[in-house]
């Protein structure tokens, strides 16, 4: 009976934690995204900006101010900064959002014992509030109000 409780309990850790690292890698890449299109448009604007201007008229210098602009618009740097900024930050906010089944699953996994048993009822718990109060609504304001 011992090594089927053990078995549950690693169980329920290891979906826990599957459940987590999926949650932040998918808003890490979605986030990535977002945040790789708004650094895009933000060093376009910049660039569009420090360009569109000349001290007087000169199509020597218009041609070169055309040529650098092109060049500073085609980096790579911004979109890829964007992506690496984009991904750590929504992982991490995941991560933050997830602290309570992340403990619970790193008890249910790492405890002996009593430890690992509160941590896979606990996580058991927590999916049933979240199921209840994200599925069904219960305890959640609603959007009509």
Not at 3 to 10: E, F, G
């Amino acid at each position: 009976m011992k090594t089927l409780a053990k078995i549950a309990c690693r169980t329920a850790g290891i979906a826990g934690m599957s459940a987590i690292v999926y949650d932040a890698w998918s808003v890490g890449k979605e986030n990535s995204r977002k945040i790789s299109q708004l650094e895009t448009a933000d060093h376009f604007i910049r660039v569009h900006d420090s360009t569109r201007t000349l001290s007087f008229e000169n199509p020597t210098k218009n041609m070169i101010q055309e040529k650098v602009k092109d060049f500073r618009m085609d980096s790579p740097i911004f979109p890829v900064w964007g992506k690496i900024k984009g991904f750590v930050h929504g992982t991490l906010e995941s991560l933050a959002d997830n602290i309570i089944p992340a403990v619970l699953s790193s008890f249910a996994l790492a405890g002996k014992g009593f430890a690992a048993k509160l941590g896979a009822w606990g996580l058991a718990g927590y999916g049933v509030y979240t199921i209840m109060k994200e599925g069904f609504g219960f305890g959640k304001p609603s959007p009509m109000d």
